[in-house]
Every structure is written in structure tokens, then in C-alpha cells.
């Protein structure tokens, strides 16, 4: 039934509005000016406000302008009463009402309205409701083209250091030999020459040679520990933005999980007010599971981006001796599940205080009223990916001082 407010003075015309809309379960509030009616609107949050236009003490007018306006109660229908007299003068006026009602109330006309405004109320959420849900498809359409765009950029980036860095860490392997050669090359010459010339003794104190020969070699490998490591950086890139168009692929989920570390490595050593964070892994053997492997990898970087964050936020809360002393952990663990699905939880040791917040997670990715305190949206994109994409179940639960964990379970096929 509805909620109704009356702005009525007359008490006949008011009982005469009680008693009919009564008599069909609505509920009836009233004031008898309009003087109290908009605070009393804002705590009732009416469906319909029907207003006595015929009553010298109520400026309807007003009434309507200040109703219209207020965001919270725009939506209520705003029904007048008038006679057919006054009915002229208030067009002129171009008054924002949605309907009237001429005086002598008529009892099926005033139910015809209410019924009216109801369906008025179902119809704007109605509105309402889908328009969140065209904003919320364009946004994911959006998310979507970017993270396409992003990935075919990242891809080609990756692809173009590539060749020269394979080229380097190759020629790498003929400069050590070549190095280790002359080196052994040299030694044998100043076994040979015993007495050297005054202009190669002076070379050789200036270029402290000994000191050159025991540091070559050590230069080259660390250039190949570098340029391999590089090597791998963009292997995890190129492996990371892998392109979905061709649909469902199979995917190994350790090798996503741990080039997802490495891109993220750079976010893990100690700064200012935070120890290192110390990644622990127990996988699993799981086999290869039908996915879209890029959006997977993008549901992994977001919510270990996310865990690090929360660690972050932690150890800056905390007082600066308790900072010292806070070991930041992730722990990531994989599993087999059963015959059809496996697992992946990533938990930290945040001091989060919230105690489940699966139901926000997916409140805001259906575009619900924004639950407080806010999901990050890459949790929101996360619950996306693993709920509808991949049809698996996505929790999350925090509990204060042992952090937070958030656990995966993922169909091993597409079906």
C-alpha cells in the first residue's frame, strides 16, 4: 500500500481523505498548513502528497516548488486538490504538479489517483533501476575496450624490447667466453714476459689490472643476471596481456599467479614506515584449467594490488613503534577442489575490522545503493571476472588482527 501525506486544513475534507484512503490499507500522515510538511515528507519519504489548493492557510505552490526541488523527494507525487474555478488560474501559473482532484472529493477518482501515483512511484525506480544498469554496461564496456586497448599496447611494448634485450642476453654468452679467453690469454703473457718495459708497468698501475681482470667477469654475469631478468619481466608482460580473442584457452594458474608477482614485485620491498611484505606461496599441483587467461590474470593483479594496499594503509595506522614491528605477509594458496573446480585464496594480515564483505563486493558491482565504507572498484572487477565470466564463487572475509582473505573457486571447465 502507499504512504501518503495530507496538506490539508479543512478537517472536513481531511477525514473524508483519511477515511476512504484508510479504508484500502493506505497509510495517511497530515499537517494542517505548510509549515512542518516538508520536514515531515523527508521522514515519511511519501509515494503521493496531496495538497489542499482551495485553503487560504496553505501556500500549495510553494509547497510544490520546494518538493520538486528536494532530490529526496522529487520522486512523490504531488496531487492537488482544487476546483475547476481555480484549476484555470493554476495553469497560468504553470504549477509543477503531477495531478488534481476537483473538491467535492469523488471517492473512486481519489483512489484513481492514488492508484496512479503508486504506479508512478514503481515506474520512476523502475527508471531508476535500469538506467544504473545502462551506466553500469557502459562502464564495463569502457573497462573492457581499455583493458583491450591496454593489453594490445602492453603486448606490442613487450614485443618490441624484446628483440634487442634476446639479442643482448645472447651476445652476453660470447663476451663471457671471450673474456674468460683473453683473461687466460693475458696470464700467459706476463708469465712469458718477465721483464716488462717501464711504459706497460705504468699501464698496469694506472689501470690497476689485477683489480680489472677479477671484475670482468663478474661485470658480464651481472649484465646477464639483468638482461635475464628483463627477459623475464617481459615474458610475464607479454604473458600477462595476452589476447582473449580467441576465446577460452587453457591456463596454467600458477604461471598467472607468479608472473602477476613479478609485475608486482617493485611493490613489495620495505619504504618509509613499512617493512618488506613477505609473499608465501603454497600451490598446489593443479592442472590447466579453461579460462580467458587474460582476464584472469587481470582478477589476480587487482586483488593482490588490493592486499598490498590494505598492508600499506595497515602499518601507516599503526603508532611507529608497533609500525616497526608489523611483518607484512601475503599468503597465496592454491588447491584442487574436487573433480570440477579448484581453489585460490590470497589472504594478508591486515588489521582490517570488517567482518564480511563479500555482500558489498557484489552490491556494488550490481550497481546497488554504494555500501560504506566503499570496495575498491578493482574487487568490484575481480568479483566480475571469477562470478560472471567464469561462473566460480568469489568470498571475502576480514576479521580484525588477522586480516583479510579472499577465496576463489574456479570451474576447470567451460561448459
Same mark, same amino acid.
Given at each position: 500500500m502507499a504512504k501518503i501525506l495530507a496538506i490539508i486544513a479543512d478537517t472536513v475534507t481531511f477525514q473524508v481523505v483519511q477515511e476512504l484512503l484508510s479504508q484500502q490499507g493506505h497509510?495517511? %500522515?497530515?499537517?494542517?498548513?505548510?509549515?512542518?510538511?516538508?520536514?515531515?515528507? %523527508?521522514?515519511l519519504s511519501p509515494d503521493a502528497i496531496i495538497c489542499d489548493g482551495t485553503s487560504p492557510q496553505i501556500n500549495f505552490?510553494?509547497?510544490c516548488r520546494l518538493l520538486k526541488v528536494d532530490q529526496e523527494l522529487a520522486a512523490a507525487y504531488f496531487i492537488l486538490l482544487t476546483t475547476p474555478e481555480q484549476f484555470d488560474e493554476v495553469q497560468e501559473l504553470d504549477a509543477p504538479f503531477d495531478d488534481f482532484l476537483f473538491k467535492p472529493i469523488v471517492k473512486q477518482e481519489l483512489l484513481a489517483r492514488v492508484r496512479a501515483s503508486k504506479r508512478s512511484h514503481e515506474l520512476r525506480a523502475q527508471l531508476e533501476l535500469t538506467q544504473q544498469e545502462l551506466d553500469l554496461s557502459r562502464d564495463r564496456m569502457l573497462q573492457n575496450e581499455k583493458m583491450s586497448s591496454l593489453g594490445e599496447l602492453v603486448s606490442g611494448i613487450a614485443h618490441e624490447i624484446n628483440n634487442p634485450i634476446t639479442f643482448i642476453y645472447s651476445n652476453l654468452t660470447h663476451v663471457q667466453s671471450y673474456a674468460t679467453d683473453l683473461i687466460e690469454l693475458? %696470464?700467459?703473457?706476463?708469465?712469458?714476459?718477465?721483464?716488462?718495459?717501464?711504459?706497460i708497468l705504468q699501464k698496469q698501475q694506472d689501470m690497476d689490472v689485477e683489480f680489472v681482470l677479477d671484475d670482468l667477469l663478474k661485470i658480464v654475469s651481472s649484465m646477464r643476471t639483468g638482461s635475464d631478468r628483463i627477459r623475464q619481466i617481459?615474458?610475464?608482460?607479454?604473458d600477462f596481456s595476452r589476447s582473449d580473442r580467441s576465446g577460452w584457452q587453457l591456463f596454467d594458474v600458477s604461471d598467472g599467479l607468479e608472473?602477476?608477482?613479478l609485475l608486482l614485485q617493485h611493490r613489495l620491498p620495505a619504504r618509509e614506515g613499512r617493512r618488506d611484505i613477505k609473499v608465501m606461496k603454497q600451490f598446489g599441483n593443479l592442472p590447466q584449467i579453461e579460462c580467458y587467461a587474460g582476464l584472469l590474470n587481470q582478477a589476480f593483479m587487482n586483488i593482490i594490488n588490493h592486499a598490498i594496499d590494505a598492508l600499506e594503509d595497515s602499518a601507516q595506522e599503526l603508532e611507529e613503534l608497533e609500525s616497526i614491528k608489523f611483518k607484512p605477509v601475503i599468503l597465496i594458496t592454491t588447491q584442487v577442489v574436487d573433480a570440477q573446480r579448484i581453489s585460490i585464496e590470497i589472504a594478508d594480515n591486515d588489521m582490517a575490522i570488517s567482518k564480511d564483505i563479500t555482500a558489498q563486493i557484489s552490491e556494488q558491482f550490481l550497481g546497488a545503493k554504494p555500501a560504506?565504507? %566503499?570496495?575498491?572498484s578493482g574487487l568490484a572487477l575481480s568479483y566480475r571476472i571469477i562470478v560472471e565470466q567464469h561462473k566460480g564463487e568469489f568470498k571475502c572475509f576480514s576479521e580484525p588482527g588477522k586480516g583479510t582473505k579472499i577465496q576463489i573457486e574456479i570451474p576447470l571447465r567451460h561448459s
Open positions: 497509510q495517511v %500522515r497530515v499537517v494542517p498548513d505548510d509549515k512542518e510538511s516538508l520536514e515531515l515528507a %523527508r521522514e505552490l510553494e509547497v693475458l %696470464r700467459l703473457y706476463q708469465k712469458e714476459l718477465v721483464n716488462p718495459g717501464s711504459e617481459i615474458l610475464s608482460l607479454q608472473n602477476t608477482l560504506e565504507p %566503499r570496495i575498491s
